[in-house]
C-alpha cells in the first residue's frame, strides 16, 4: 500500500480550493468588487486553507486511519461486548470534537455556543455509534434501522421549535470528515470479524450512516431543553489599510485557534497514549510515525481554521450579501449551480466514491457517469437551497419528500448501494460547503430577508447537499440491478439457444 504523501495531499487539496477561490474571484472582478484589503485576505485565507487541509488530511491518514484500525482490532479480539460498546461510544465522543467542519459549522450558529452545540454532535455519534455496533453483532437490517431513526428524527422536529431544524440536518452532514469516517469504518471492519456467516461484510458498512443520525437527533432534542433567544450577529468584514495590516490579522488570529486546536486534539492523543501503554504497546517506528501524524494534523487543522475564519467565510458572507442587495439577486441560485457542479468535481472522496461504485458493478457503472451524476444533483440541491434563501421556504419542504424517496429507494436497490449510500451521505458536503457556501447563503439571506430569517433559511445547505448521495446512489443501485437482470437473462436465452441447437444436431445424427 502507497504511504501518503504530502505532495499528493497538496494537489488534492489545491483542486478541492481551486474551483470557488476562481469563481470568487470571477465574481470579485465584475458584478461584486471588493476591496484590496479584503482581496488580500481572501487570497491569503485561500493559500492557508490549502496547505492546512494537506497536513491534515496527511495526518488523518498516517495518524488518525492506523489508531482506528488498532484500537478496533483489539477491542474486537476481547469479544467482550461491553468492552466493545464503551470504547465505540468513547471514541465516537472524542473523534467527532475534532471534526473541522463541525468546528466551522458550531462557530456560526448565532443562537448557542459553540461548546454546546459540538458536545451535543459527539455524544450523539457516540451513542449511535453503539447502535451500529449491536446492529453488526445482531444482524439488523439496515434499511428498517434507518426507516425507524429517520421517522423518529421528523416526529421529534414536530415538537422542537423551527430553528433548529435546519441546525439538525446540517450537523448530521459536517461529521462524516476525515477524522471520523477513518475511525468508524475501521472499527466496522473488525467488529463484523466477530461473525463468520457470509452477510458479515456487507453488514460492515452503514456504521457512518447511523453515526449520522445521532446528531440529527440530539440537537433536535437540544432544541427542546435549550432556549432560541439569541440575535444573530453580522459577520465583520474587517477593514485594513495595507497589505501587511491583511497578514497581521491571521497572525493575531493564531493563538486562538492553536488554543482551540490543541482542546479538540487532547481527548484523542490522552486516549491513544493510555490504549498503547495498558493494550496496542507499538514499537518505537509505528510509535513516532503517529505522532507526527498528530503533529501534521495539529498543524493542518490550526491553519485550516485561520485561513476559513479569517480570510475565506467574512468574503463568502460579504459577496452573498451583496449580491442578495441588488435587483438580479435571483442570479444565486445559478450561481449556486455552478459552484455545486464544480465543488463535487473537485472534492477527493468523490472520486474514491465513484471508482468504489465502479468496482462493485464490475464496470457497469462507469465512475465518469457516477461523478456526471452526483455533479448535476449537487447542483440541484443547491439551487434548491438558494430557493430557499430566497423565498423562505422551509428546508423541511425538502427533506421530507427527499428523505422519503432515499428511504424507500432501500428497499428496491441491492444492500450495498443502500450501505454505500447513506455512509457516503456527507461525501459531497466537503469543507468548501460549510466554509464558503453557508457563509455565502447567510449573507445572502441577511441582505434579502433579514437577520431573524438566517437561522431557518440559510441554514441546511449542507444538509441538502448531504441529501443527495443518497438517492443518487441508490439510483445507480437500481439501474445496476436491473441491467444485470437483463444480462443474465439475455445470457440465459444464449444457453437455451446453444442447448437447442445442440438438441437439434443430436436429432440429425
Known amino acids: 500500500m502507497k504511504k501518503p504523501m504530502l505532495g499528493d495531499k497538496l494537489n488534492e487539496a489545491v483542486t478541492s480550493v481551486l474551483p470557488i477561490t476562481l469563481i470568487v474571484l470571477i465574481l470579485c472582478f465584475t458584478i461584486t468588487p471588493i476591496s484590496n484589503s479584503m482581496l488580500v485576505s481572501f487570497a491569503f485565507g485561500a493559500i492557508l486553507l490549502t496547505i492546512g487541509m494537506a497536513f491534515f488530511t496527511l495526518g488523518a491518514d498516517t495518524a488518525m486511519t492506523p489508531i482506528g ?18 470504547i465505540s461510544f468513547l471514541l465516537g465522543v472524542i473523534i467527532t470534537i475534532s471534526e473541522p467542519d463541525l468546528q466551522v459549522l458550531a462557530n456560526q ?35 428498517w434501522l434507518l426507516l425507524g431513526f429517520y421517522a423518529v428524527v421528523f416526529i421529534l422536529a414536530t415538537q422542537v ?14 461529521t462524516t470528515g476525515p477524522m471520523t469516517v477513518p475511525f468508524i469504518m475501521a472499527l466496522g471492519v473488525g467488529v463484523s470479524s466477530i461473525r463468520s456467516d457470509r452477510h458479515a461484510g456487507d453488514d460492515s458498512f452503514g456504521l457512518v ?31 485594513t489599510e495595507t497589505s501587511k495590516d491583511s497578514v497581521m490579522l491571521f497572525v493575531e488570529a493564531l493563538p486562538t485557534y492553536i488554543h482551540e486546536v490543541a482542546m479538540a486534539l487532547a481527548p484523542i492523543i490522552i486516549f491513544f497514549f493510555g490504549f498503547n501503554f495498558f493494550v496496542i504497546k507499538l514499537g518505537r517506528r509505528p510509535l513516532v510515525r503517529i505522532v507526527m501524524g498528530l503533529a501534521f494534523t495539529f498543524m493542518g487543522l490550526v ?85 430557499r434563501v430566497v423565498t423562505g421556504i422551509s428546508v423541511m419542504y425538502f427533506l421530507v419528500p427527499g428523505y422519503a424517496i432515499a428511504l424507500g429507494l432501500t428497499f428496491i436497490s441491492p444492500k450495498i448501494f443502500t450501505a454505500i449510500a447513506f455512509d457516503s451521505g456527507g461525501v459531497a458536503s466537503g469543507p468548501m460547503t460549510a466554509t464558503f457556501l453557508l457563509p455565502f447563503a447567510m449573507g445572502a439571506c441577511e441582505a434579502i430577508g433579514g437577520l431573524d430569517r438566517i437561522v431557518t433559511d440559510a441554514f441546511g ?4 447537499v448531504a441529501m443527495t448521495p443518497l438517492i443518487t446512489i441508490q439510483i445507480m443501485g437500481v439501474i445496476h440491478k436491473f441491467k444485470s437482470r437483463r444480462e443474465d437473462a439475455a445470457r440465459e436465452r444464449i444457453q437455451i439457444h446453444i442447448r437447442g441447437f445442440a438438441d437439434d444436431d443430436i436429432i440429425e445424427v
Open 109 to 143: 450558529v448565532p443562537t448557542i455556543p459553540n461548546a454546546v452545540i459540538i458536545w451535543s454532535v459527539a455524544l450523539g455519534v457516540g451513542a449511535f455509534l453503539i447502535i451500529a455496533m449491536l446492529r453488526i453483532l445482531i444482524g439488523i437490517s439496515l434499511s
Open 69 to 86: 484500525n488498532k484500537v478496533g482490532a483489539c477491542i474486537t479480539k476481547s469479544k467482550n461486548l461491553w468492552v466493545i460498546t464503551f
Open 209 to 239: 450512516a447511523l453515526g449520522s443520525i445521532g446528531p440529527i437527533i440530539a440537537v433536535l432534542i437540544l432544541g427542546l431543553v435549550y432556549p432560541t433567544e439569541g440575535a444573530y450577529t453580522p459577520v465583520e468584514i474587517p477593514v
Open 303 to 387: 491553519m485550516f481554521l485561520t485561513g476559513v475564519n479569517i480570510g475565506f467565510m467574512p468574503v463568502g458572507n460579504y459577496l452573498g450579501k451583496m449580491i442578495g442587495q441588488t435587483d438580479f439577486y435571483w442570479i444565486l441560485i445559478p450561481i449556486a449551480m455552478i459552484i455545486g457542479y464544480f465543488i463535487v468535481q473537485a472534492e477527493p472522496a468523490v472520486h474514491v466514491l465513484n471508482k468504489q461504485v465502479e468496482t462493485i458493478t464490475a464496470g457497469s457503472i462507469p465512475a465518469r457517469a457516477m461523478g456526471l451524476a452526483l455533479s448535476l444533483s449537487v447542483s440541484i440541491s443547491l439551487a434548491l437551497a438558494m430557493v
Open 161 to 174: 421549535p423551527k430553528d433548529f431544524w435546519a441546525v439538525a440536518f446540517d450537523s448530521g452532514g459536517v
Open 461 to 464: 445547505v449542507v444538509a441538502m
